[in-house]
């Protein structure tokens, strides 16, 4: 009878490991995500800072070129 309960004892420990752990591989799972999402949402960031530097480049040179026409 003891032996029983030891066995089902264990058993449910084992049950709750594998729960526990599957639970962690969720949570893993979802933060490496989030850290790809995050990563290309700077990647899209640092494009757009870019664009937008060249686009006020651009602008400055056209403002030179009016004035010089002047």
Avoid: D
């Avoid at 799972?29 to 800072?49: G, I, T």
Wanted: net charge negative; with cysteine.
């Amino acid at each position: 009878m003891c032996k029983a309960i030891t066995e089902l004892i264990e058993e449910g420990r084992e049950e709750g490991r594998k729960e526990a752990q599957a639970r962690i591989e969720a949570a893993e799972a979802k933060a490496s995500a989030a850290e790809a999402k995050a990563e290309e949402e700077k990647a899209k960031a640092r494009a757009a800072e870019e664009a937008k530097e060249k686009l006020q480049a651009e602008v400055e040179r056209l403002k030179k070129l009016l004035e010089a026409k002047k």
